[in-house]
């Protein structure tokens, strides 16, 4: 590097770093001024603007449904049971049973039938014999207060 080329960088440099002061001189910002500011700035208020919105009216959409229809419900599975009458025991008589064994029951000869739908009573009935097949006569059906109370 010549010795011209040298003189000419280091002016520059030397210039650069004057107008660097001159302005840092010019404006002198400090810890109060930025706090001051801070300060100031928190209790000025907001200034938003707000336009009122204009929505349409809602309208109730006149509905084309036909009347309650409970035909939806006539496809569901459920569980029927008529219980004769109960008994326990252990498991070492039950062991014992065999064929011609006579198990006892808690019910009478002749006292209506509990007859369940999913595991909850609905009705009560005596047995009938139809076409050589035994079958349930209803002869109560349980109330719906009777119903609701055996939920509890």
Same mark, same amino acid.
């Given at each position: 590097?010549?010795?011209?080329?040298?003189?000419?960088?280091?002016?520059?440099?030397?210039?650069? =770093?004057?107008?660097?002061?001159?302005?840092?001189?010019?404006?002198?910002? =400090?810890?109060?001024?930025?706090?001051?500011?801070?300060? &100031?700035?928190?209790?000025?208020? /907001?200034? &938003?603007? !707000?336009?009122?919105?204009?929505?349409?009216?809602?309208?109730?959409?006149?509905?084309? *449904?036909?009347?309650?229809?409970?035909?939806?419900?006539?496809?569901?599975?459920?569980?029927?049971?008529?219980?004769?009458?109960?008994?326990?025991?252990? #498991? =070492?008589?039950?062991?014992?049973? =065999?064929?011609?064994?006579?198990?006892?029951? &808690?019910?009478?000869?002749?006292?209506?039938?509990?007859?369940?739908?999913?595991?909850?009573?609905?009705? *009560?009935?005596?047995? !009938? /014999?139809?076409?050589?097949?035994?079958?349930?006569?209803?002869?109560? #059906?349980?109330?719906?207060?009777? *119903?609701?109370?055996?939920? *509890?």
């Amino acid at each position: 590097m010549e010795q011209n080329e040298s003189n000419a960088l280091n002016e520059e440099t030397a210039t650069e =770093g004057m107008t660097a002061q001159a302005v840092a001189s010019d404006i002198e910002v =400090g810890w109060e001024d930025g706090k001051q500011d801070a300060e &100031t700035s928190k209790f000025q208020p /907001v200034k &938003t603007e !707000v336009t009122e919105m204009a929505f349409a009216e809602i309208k109730k959409k006149e509905s084309v *449904r036909p009347s309650l229809d409970m035909n939806f419900i006539l496809d569901i599975p459920l569980t029927l049971n008529v219980e004769l009458g109960r008994s326990r025991m252990l #498991i =070492g008589e039950l062991l014992q049973l =065999g064929q011609g064994s006579v198990i006892e029951l &808690t019910k009478l000869a002749g006292e209506p039938m509990d007859i369940y739908v999913n595991q909850r009573l609905i009705a *009560r009935g005596e047995v !009938v /014999v139809v076409n050589e097949k035994f079958g349930v006569r209803l002869t109560d #059906i349980v109330s719906p207060t009777e *119903r609701i109370n055996k939920l *509890r």
